[in-house]
């Protein structure tokens, strides 16, 4: 009795998750390496190909290979965008209802979604789970307590399924994964439960009433499901067995209940109440089998309840004599809800193990890269406040000459410009500058070229998708590369603007260099050679006993101490460091989104409250220093104002002395921009991959689909001709008429054909003795089915002429010249008027003699000359 419905599972093919999966993870999350996370890729591909292996296999150890690569899709589409825009992985299903013919071929669905493959995963799990239900010993209770089970969560799976495909499935669906197709499968694995909840109820001898409100649960159960299965939009999908099934046990779990009541009312002595509910029982069986037909299932049952039929009736005749009450009037039957719908819990496996557990959830990498952007630009606005101010600083020393003017005695070269001088050729000179400057057309040459050819690339493959939609119209089912490519060509114009900003630098670093470039020669030279540039002067008087000189130097070594201060400063505001990761999981497991903002400004003030006060501190710090300086170089200059000698002498130091500031700006910011083209190249080589896997993609899909489109076009039937006009009747036979005409017809005013030449006498064969007076020979009668004078050859083909016959009068027929001459002897009867060979392959086995075989109605064999 216990045979249930399966359902089939869907069809997958293989697919490559590994590499788009690798190429998306190291573009994306810098911070992981491919040696770190390869190994949990493999193990998601292992598994989906362990997937689609086990899905055949009913047991339950096929169901966790299922659950487990559900639990890794489930938290893989939480890291990694599975989409059309994102990662393009095509999965690829089919309906599991299908049964592909020649005509119609196989119901196929292809998505790049991450969320279509776990909906089909998911509907595989239902289908698996009552495939495994199906196939446990109904006899035992365990059996029965796992099918049980089984059949309550697959009606949970295809019940979420119902709630969420439409969302998950942009396409249309097809039909197993439509929302009426779930509903009625969900429906009709809550009403196997709960029959196998009646069956073990009906093994363990439970109460009759307990049972017969189970069996009418389980009834009104399997009504809903027939209900559903028989829909219009889905009732051809189902197997021919499952609506005869689900109908037979929705009348012969009402009889049962009716049964089961029966007993209670026997119990209680109400024999009249008893035989009614038989008697309906006994309507109820007897529909239940004759709409099961060979699917019935309850002969057992039938049998009990015809037998405890007559029984009653024997005994209400002979003892009781009550009153049979109209079944009508009879209170209905309770019912006790014992199967439940049991949605899916994740994760399903019991022992899941996140396989790339580095990789944070895309959530939780946007909020960090939404927090390294405010950090960001926190480091980079106080970096520029500190480098701002130095540079102010450096240009009010190098417009007082200072700190060479009091270090200048008007002989020898200036110890500060000295050690300047020292550190510009360490640092490369004016040649590390010069090679610096050309680097930076090169790599903005190639940057450019790049983003150019990843333009081309989309710009060709939306252009093949505009030309194809063009031809094939409806049918040309994908998505249009505009919608897709709308997010790429953001970025790509993203990094477009980058460019431009870039070159408008890269003027203004130019400039620079060409300010300051004779400054920088001069100082890369040895020290002999800046001496004999400097020209001559004479400032001794104005060192000796000044207060203003030991003042100026107590200056200068505090402008040196703030300096290396700010560049104390800038390393520690470069090399903050804070976890943020951690603290957005937390908050995504705590409330299920994360507050980016909030927190991230809540960890940044909490880090770099310090730093910025240190900054402020040094600016207000120089101001300060700034006006003692101004004020001591004032008192200094009047000393000088005396000696005129050290003019140019003067002008000469100040200019070094800013051809040395401008040297340490320009390396710093020539070195940067390499930095800066070097990193932007890396982020466009991954732009451009993302492009060609894009275009690779899309063009893997042309083309399953041009083959798919070519395959229905092929199978299409071939419409009728049109009907011919009535004119072209009328000039058919108005042209046959002039053609009868023209060939000697006796038409109007036609010629009529010659008279018939008189029959030869028959000659008599050399041979015979008294062959004159032998009567003429009829010609032998052919075989049924062949032409005269040829026999059948498996070697030769059909018909074949047999020796010393003569050929069928077919011009050409097998290379046989026509006419040939009879042999010596032979026969040939006069042919009847009207008698046309062609028309017929056959004669009839006998011919009365000196008759002629009448024309047949034979039809014409194709391929051979007819008329």
């Known amino acids: 009795?216990?045979?249930?419905?399966?359902?089939?599972?869907?069809?997958?093919?293989?697919?490559?998750?590994?590499?788009?999966?690798?190429?998306?993870?190291?573009?994306?999350?810098?911070?992981?390496?491919?040696?770190?996370?390869?190994?949990?890729?493999?193990?998601?591909?292992?598994?989906?190909?362990?997937?689609?292996?086990?899905?055949?296999?009913?047991?339950?150890?096929?169901?966790?290979?299922?659950?487990?690569?559900?639990?890794?899709?489930?938290?893989?589409?939480?890291?990694?965008?599975?989409?059309?825009?994102?990662?393009?992985?095509?999965?690829?299903?089919?309906?599991?209802?299908?049964?592909?013919?020649?005509?119609?071929?196989?119901?196929?669905?292809?998505?790049?979604?991450?969320?279509?493959?776990?909906?089909?995963?998911?509907?595989?799990?239902?289908?698996?789970?009552?495939?495994?239900?199906?196939?446990?010993?109904?006899?035992?209770?365990?059996?029965?307590?796992?099918?049980?089970?089984?059949?309550?969560?697959?009606?949970?799976?295809?019940?979420?399924?119902?709630?969420?495909?439409?969302?998950?499935?942009?396409?249309?669906?097809?039909?197993?994964?439509?929302?009426?197709?779930?509903?009625?499968?969900?429906?009709?694995?809550?009403?196997?439960?709960?029959?196998?909840?009646?069956?073990?109820?009906?093994?363990?001898?439970?109460?009759?009433?307990?049972?017969?409100?189970?069996?009418?649960?389980?009834?009104?159960?399997?009504?809903?499901?027939?209900?559903?299965?028989?829909?219009?939009?889905?009732?051809?999908?189902?197997?021919?067995?499952?609506?005869?099934?689900?109908?037979?046990?929705?009348?012969?779990?009402?009889?049962?209940?009716?049964?089961?009541?029966?007993?209670?009312?026997?119990?209680?002595?109400?024999?009249?109440?008893?035989?009614?509910?038989?008697?309906?029982?006994?309507?109820?069986?007897?529909?239940?089998?004759?709409?099961?037909?060979?699917?019935?299932?309850?002969?057992?049952?039938?049998?009990?309840?015809?037998?405890?039929?007559?029984?009653?009736?024997?005994?209400?005749?002979?003892?009781?004599?009550?009153?049979?009450?109209?079944?009508?009037?009879?209170?209905?039957?309770?019912?006790?809800?014992?199967?439940?719908?049991?949605?899916?819990?994740?994760?399903?496996?019991?022992?899941?193990?996140?396989?790339?557990?580095?990789?944070?959830?895309?959530?939780?990498?946007?909020?960090?890269?939404?927090?390294?952007?405010?950090?960001?630009?926190?480091?980079?606005?106080?970096?520029?406040?500190?480098?701002?101010?130095?540079?102010?600083?450096?240009?009010?020393?190098?417009?007082?000459?200072?700190?060479?003017?009091?270090?200048?005695?008007?002989?020898?070269?200036?110890?500060?410009?000295?050690?300047?001088?020292?550190?510009?050729?360490?640092?490369?000179?004016?040649?590390?500058?010069?090679?610096?400057?050309?680097?930076?057309?090169?790599?903005?040459?190639?940057?450019?070229?790049?983003?150019?050819?990843?333009?081309?690339?989309?710009?060709?493959?939306?252009?093949?998708?505009?030309?194809?939609?063009?031809?094939?119209?409806?049918?040309?089912?994908?998505?249009?590369?505009?919608?897709?490519?709308?997010?790429?060509?953001?970025?790509?114009?993203?990094?477009?603007?980058?460019?431009?900003?870039?070159?408008?630098?890269?003027?203004?670093?130019q400039s620079r260099y060409e300010q300051c470039r004779n400054g920088v020669e001069l100082m890369s030279k040895s020290q002999g050679e800046l001496q004999a540039a400097l020209p001559a002067g004479n400032q001794s008087s104005a060192l000796k006993g000044n207060p203003a000189v030991a003042e100026l130097k107590k200056y200068m070594s505090e402008v040196e101490a703030i300096k290396n201060e700010r560049e104390v400063m800038e390393n520690e505001l470069k090399n903050a460091k804070c976890d943020m990761a951690n603290i957005f999981l937390a908050a995504l497991a705590k409330d299920g989104a994360i507050n980016e903002e909030q927190l991230s400004e809540e960890q940044l003030d909490r880090v770099y409250r310090d730093l910025r006060k240190q900054v402020s501190d040094s600016l207000q710090k120089q101001e300060q220093l700034l006006a003692h300086i101004q004020d001591a170089n004032t008192r200094f200059g009047e000393a000088k104002a005396q000696n005129q000698s050290g003019a140019s002498r003067e002008q000469v130091l100040k200019d070094l002395a800013a051809a040395y500031d401008g040297f340490v700006e320009l390396k710093n910011n020539l070195e940067e921009g390499t930095k800066f083209y070097n990193d932007l190249t890396q982020l466009l080589v991954k732009y451009q991959s993302k492009v060609s896997d894009f275009c690779f993609a899309r063009r893997t899909e042309k083309e399953e689909l041009m083959k798919d489109l070519q395959s229905a076009i092929a199978r299409q039937p071939a419409q009728a001709p049109p009907a011919a006009p009535s004119y072209q009747a009328t000039m058919m036979s108005t042209s046959g008429a002039q053609a009868n005409m023209a060939n000697g017809g006796a038409g109007k005013g036609g010629k009529k054909p010659p008279p018939r030449p008189p029959q030869p006498a028959p000659r008599s064969h050399p041979n015979q003795a008294g062959a004159a007076n032998t009567p003429p020979v009829a010609p032998p009668v052919a075989p049924p089915g062949s032409y005269p004078g040829y026999h059948s050859s498996p070697q030769q083909g059909p018909y074949v002429r047999q020796q010393g016959n003569p050929p069928y009068p077919a011009p050409g027929y097998n290379n046989i010249p026509y006419p040939v001459a009879p042999p010596a002897g032979y026969y040939s009867p006069p042919v009847p008027q009207g008698y046309n060979p062609y028309a017929s392959y056959g004669y009839p086995q006998q011919t009365p003699p000196g008759q002629y075989p009448q024309q047949q109605a034979y039809p014409a064999y194709p391929g051979y000359p007819q008329q």
């Open 1 to 509: 009795m216990a045979t249930f419905l399966a359902v089939p599972v869907k069809r997958t093919w293989e697919v490559d998750l590994v590499s788009p999966l690798r190429a998306f993870i190291s573009m994306t999350f810098a911070n992981a390496s491919p040696e770190e996370f390869m190994p949990g890729l493999t193990e998601i591909h292992r598994l989906r190909n362990n997937m689609i292996n086990k899905s055949v296999d009913k047991h339950e150890s096929a169901l966790d290979v299922l659950y487990r690569y559900h639990d890794q899709l489930v938290s893989l589409e939480a890291k990694v965008p599975m989409t059309e825009n994102g990662v393009r992985i095509s999965f690829k299903w089919q309906d599991a209802f299908d049964k592909p013919s020649f005509m119609s071929g196989k119901r196929t669905l292809s998505i790049a979604s991450g969320a279509y493959e776990r909906v089909c995963v998911l509907f595989n799990i239902g289908a698996l789970q009552s495939q495994v239900a199906d196939s446990q010993n109904h006899s035992s209770d365990d059996g029965l307590k796992t099918s049980v089970k089984l059949f309550q969560q697959s009606s949970g799976i295809f019940s979420q399924l119902n709630e969420c495909v439409l969302a998950c499935v942009q396409n249309d669906p097809t039909p197993d994964l439509h929302p009426d197709t779930l509903a009625a499968l969900s429906a009709l694995m809550l009403a196997q439960a709960q029959d196998c909840i009646v069956h073990k109820a009906m093994q363990d001898k439970m109460k009759p009433a307990v049972t017969a409100k189970l069996a009418h649960q389980c009834s009104d159960l399997y009504a809903e499901a027939m209900k559903l299965l028989q829909l219009d939009s889905i009732r051809g999908l189902w197997p021919k067995d499952w609506i005869p099934n689900v109908a037979s046990k929705q009348a012969s779990y009402h009889a049962l209940a009716e049964y089961y009541q029966s007993l209670v009312h026997k119990e209680k002595k109400e024999f009249g109440e008893e035989i009614a509910r038989l008697r309906h029982a006994k309507e109820l069986i007897t529909a239940a089998e004759q709409r099961g037909g060979s699917h019935f299932l309850f002969q057992d049952q039938s049998k009990k309840i015809i037998k405890a039929l007559t029984d009653a009736n024997k005994d209400n005749d002979f003892i009781y004599h009550a009153r049979i009450p109209d079944i009508s009037s009879l209170p209905a039957i309770e019912k006790t809800v014992v199967a439940k719908i049991l949605k899916p819990n994740v994760p399903m496996s019991a022992n899941f193990k996140d396989a790339l557990e580095k990789v944070v959830p895309l959530s939780v990498h946007t909020a960090l890269q939404g927090f390294e952007n405010r950090k960001q630009e926190i480091v980079n606005r106080e970096i520029a406040r500190s480098r701002e101010a130095t540079q102010l600083l450096n240009s009010v020393l190098a417009s007082l000459n200072l700190p060479a003017a009091i270090e200048d005695s008007g002989s020898k070269v200036p110890q500060s410009l000295l050690e300047k001088a020292g550190k510009v050729r360490e640092m490369g000179g004016i040649s590390h500058l010069n090679r610096l400057m050309s680097d930076l057309p090169e790599l903005l040459t190639r940057n450019r070229e790049i983003l150019d050819e990843s333009d081309r690339m989309l710009a060709e493959e939306e252009a093949s998708d505009r030309q194809l939609r063009e031809q094939f119209k409806e049918r040309w089912t994908r998505t249009p590369s505009p919608q897709l490519t709308e997010v790429i060509k953001a970025e790509g114009n993203k990094y477009r603007k980058i460019l431009d900003n870039a070159i408008q630098a890269d003027h203004i670093v």
